[in-house]
Nanobody
């Protein structure tokens, strides 16, 4: 079992920045990949960025050059640095850990005002 707790969401004006954090606990040794997903109102959940145990990253085209995913293994925490935020980035952001099984956090709301 893996437990994930997100933090760092909130309300920000367009052009601003936020950093999301996801603290993992439990069977963290079994995690292969950690990722951030988001779900905007009325839309399906989509993958935003991921990072492997080896540090390899992947980004959705929509956020390349705008978001940065990173991890602190000592703190068992993954971050999502979000810069130059746009109203279309408004969504609930979910942390995901994949061990062969997907684990999810409860999500953190990011609202970007125009």
């Amino acid at each position: 079992q893996v437990q994930l707790v997100e933090s760092g969401g909130g309300l920000v004006q367009a052009g601003g920045s936020l950093r999301l954090s996801c603290a993992a606990s439990g069977s963290i040794f079994s995690i292969n990949v950690m990722a951030w997903y988001r779900q905007a109102p009325g839309k399906q959940r989509e993958l935003v960025a991921s990072i492997t145990n080896g540090g390899r990253t992947w980004y959705a085209d929509a956020v390349k050059g705008q978001f940065t995913i990173s991890r602190d293994n000592a703190k068992n925490t993954v971050y999502l640095q979000m810069n130059s935020l746009k109203p279309e980035d408004t969504a609930v952001y979910y942390c995901n850990a994949f061990t062969g099984i997907n684990y999810w956090g409860k999500g953190t709301l990011v609202t970007v005002s125009s």
